[in-house]
């Protein structure tokens, strides 16, 4: 499309594609300089935002909403782990980490719904990595003292005897 040229130069297909829809309230005159329009102007438009164009939004759009439902389910999770009745679990550290976690989250939630709002606009978005690295890590640690916990417990006999015969040779 000719006018595809200047909008990806300009980089302003956010604009244009907002700009659209007042070109219906217009007598063949473009809605923001007054000028008037070439022949096939919305044609042209019309061809630039085709389905391609919308296939890549609704792409966006479900990625965005996949990420929201994954990140709440992640969220719903951590916030389990710090409510847990576990003694052997250090919630003084956890804490922080899912502090860290609901933070980047929320930066991430806010890049893709500018992502969402103007299509044409790099995004990244923050990784998860090393706050995923701390809550496991925490919980290993909590699950060493547990599995330690649980062998005491169930050769408890055998510890009993191993204990008396060692207070005895004392």
């Known amino acids: ?27 063949e005159q473009c809605p923001f300089c007054q000028q008037d329009l070439p022949h096939d102007f919305e044609k042209e438009l019309a061809e630039y935002f085709d389905e391609t164009f919308e296939a890549d ?32 679990l250090d919630k003084e550290k956890l804490s922080p980490e899912i502090q860290s976690l609901e933070a980047v989250i929320l930066v991430n939630k806010g890049r893709m719904d500018n992502k969402f709002a103007s299509p044409s606009t790099e995004v990244g978005l923050e990784g998860l990595a090393d706050i995923h690295a701390g809550i496991v890590s925490i919980v290993n640690a909590a699950n060493a003292k547990i599995t330690e916990h649980n ?11 191993k204990l008396t015969d060692e207070v005895w040779r004392y």
Request: a neutral charge; hydrophobic letters at 45%.
């Open 57 to 88: 939004s609704k792409a966006v759009s479900a990625l965005r909403n996949n990420y929201y439902q994954a990140a709440e389910d992640l969220l719903i999770q951590a916030r389990a782990l710090l409510a847990l009745d576990c003694a052997e």
């Open 151 to 161: 062998r005491l417990v169930a050769s408890f006999t055998a510890e009993q005897s």
């Open 1 to 27: 499309v000719s006018i595809s040229g200047i909008i990806q130069r300009l980089g302003n297909s956010d604009w244009v594609r907002q700009g659209m829809k007042f070109l219906g309230h217009t007598d």
